[in-house]
């Protein structure tokens, strides 16, 4: 059997229950990370890892922001598209940010079917045949595994750990797509 874990120990661990335990299993360990494609970036990202594997995990996400030269705008001054991803730290935030761009289609799938998957992205009209719901934002949790081709916003409120950071910014391809937001 082969067993598939991606970055045990630094991206945010499971809602329920608990992180997949390794154990004795023989682990063959690939340090390449395909989705990066800037510098920048990729310093930042191997900065917080160095952080959470010394167990600064708590440490203040809006201090670490600052420290990595980036601004964090205010909610109102957005520049949002349906193409863009806003990652939120929970269900209450993403909802406001649904709620601020319903007039917009882009609807995340809520179940499997043969033509579509649970948590897929769909822009434009409302998909017929499929459980969907009309979605703007996700939670850092559900987004795990997404990349960013375009805008990601982060907002920062009730962010409270340097692998939700972590997680939320290891989406983008690029620093220059990454915008925080207070």
């Given amino acids: ?3 598939f874990c991606g970055d045990l120990g630094y991206q945010l661990p499971p809602i329920e229950g608990t992180e997949f335990i390794i154990g004795n299993l023989p682990v063959f360990t690939h340090t390449t990370n395909y989705r990066c494609k800037c510098k920048k970036l990729e310093k930042r990202l191997l900065w917080l890892r160095e952080r959470i594997k ?7 996400i809006s201090q670490v922001v600052k420290i990595f030269g980036l601004d964090i705008i205010s909610s109102d001054n957005i ?10 730290a929970t269900h209450e935030k993403k909802d406001k940010y649904t709620e601020k761009y319903k007039n917009l289609e882009k609807y995340s799938v809520k179940e499997n079917t043969r033509d579509y998957c649970n948590g897929e992205i769909i822009i434009g009209p409302k998909p017929k045949k499929v459980s969907c719901e009309l979605r703007h934002a996700f939670t850092i949790h559900s987004i795990q595994g997404e990349t960013a081709s375009h805008k990601l916003f982060i907002e920062m409120k009730k962010m409270r750990s340097l ?3 972590y997680t939320a910014m290891s989406r983008a391809r690029t620093l220059d797509q990454i915008q925080f937001i207070q």
Avoid: R, T
């Avoid at 010394?54 to 203040?60: A, I, V």
């Fill in 79 to 88: 520049d949002y598209s349906v193409q863009d991803l806003i990652l939120c």
């Fill in 54 to 60: 010394e167990g600064m995990d708590n440490s203040n």
């Fill in 1 to 3: 059997k082969i067993i």
């Fill in 163 to 165: 692998k939700m950071l």
